[in-house]
């Protein structure tokens, strides 16, 4: 996919925080969905089985699946994300609604694994951790705030990535999304010069998320195409530690590049914020917008601290971490 885009793209995803879409995103769960999630939970509760080999064709779940198939179409075909409003939380244990969220993302699409070691829910909490070139840390796991970017740019993105509220931070760790349609006009319209180095490869830390005796750095751009649809493989992070790691001093376009991009992104009226309330979901296309959060803290109480699960789905390969 090394076509470069030379035409402004135009699409539903090609919007700004100013566009206006129905109900700014958000799919509420109805009475009826809820009625099947809490009947879900009970049986699921009486009859204890890890969330992995839960499948929604066990459950009577109709209006959950039409649902489903709205947010499935809005992430995919629409704007590129969803809140889906909510998981009824405050009445059930925390393991229980997050299987009622694998049960509702895997009507989505397929969940995969996060992780080289098979991962498939991925906790995201602060460790107390810092994430340092090499050394396998995820900012998921700190307090720090993260720029724009994409799941596993450095190995195999997801097609989509969800996340589900289960206790939100004392202050900050509001979610940010942006359209990389709309950047990449940006780019086309103001930096022509700079933007083909962005379709030709840079250096990712894989984060030790690979066997044994792999290569500890993968090498891909950040832009792609298929000469109709842009996709981005971006984390300014992993590219800076990349670099760190292979003990090489980026190229001058391409410290260009990199620096124009994140610029560019973080211009105001670009990004949609959100802040996260318990039960709900955020599914975004991964391989269309960048997502990010901003620093938070977090309650003194370890029950009340920020507490987000991740699901990663694809719609084609095995669920394997490679794919």
């Known amino acids: 996919m090394g076509e470069i885009m030379e035409r402004p793209l135009a699409s539903p995803m090609t919007w700004a925080a100013e566009t206006m879409f129905e109900n700014d995103g958000l799919i509420e769960l109805g009475s009826d969905c809820i009625a099947e999630l809490e009947a879900t939970a009970a049986i699921i509760e009486a009859n204890p089985l890890p969330a992995e080999a839960l499948s929604p064709q066990d459950f009577e779940m109709p209006a959950c699946q039409a649902a489903m198939i709205r947010v499935h179409e809005q992430i995919h075909n629409s704007v590129g994300f969803a809140i889906i409003d909510r998981v009824p939380v405050d009445h059930l244990k925390s393991d229980i609604a997050t299987k ?3 049960l509702l993302m895997s009507m989505i699409s397929r969940p995969v694994a996060q992780k ?7 906790d995201i909490v602060d460790t107390g951790q810092k994430a340092l070139a090499g050394n396998g840390v995820r900012s998921s796991k700190t307090n720090g705030g993260q720029g724009y970017h994409t799941d596993n740019a450095f190995n195999l993105p997801p097609d989509f ?6 206790q939100t931070a004392k ?3 509001v979610s940010g999304l ?3 349609e709309t950047v990449h006009n940006l780019l086309l319209e103001e930096y022509p010069d700079i933007l083909p180095r962005l379709y030709e490869p840079f250096y990712f830390d894989r984060q030790m998320e690979h066997a044994p005796n792999d290569e500890r750095l993968s090498f891909t751009p950040v832009f792609e195409s298929d000469g109709e649809k842009l996709f981005a493989n971006f984390s300014p992070r992993l590219v800076e530690q990349g670099y760190d790691m292979c003990k090489e001093d980026m190229d001058a376009r391409g410290r260009e590049a990199v620096k124009v991009l994140e610029e560019v992104s973080e211009r105001g009226g670009l990004g949609k914020t959100f802040g996260f309330q318990r039960g ?3 599914i975004v296309n991964n ?4 997502h990010r959060r901003t620093e938070f803290q977090d309650w003194p109480e370890p029950e009340r601290r920020r507490h987000l699960v991740r699901i990663w789905l694809r719609e084609a390969g095995r669920p394997f971490y490679l794919g």
């Open 100 to 102: 009622l969220y694998w």
């Open 280 to 282: 709900q979901i955020q």
């Open 116 to 122: 080289w070691d098979g991962t498939m829910l991925y």
């Open 161 to 166: 990535v969800a996340l589900f509220c289960l």
């Open 171 to 173: 202050e900050g760790g």
């Open 287 to 290: 391989k269309q917008l960048g």
């Open 178 to 180: 942006v359209s990389f």
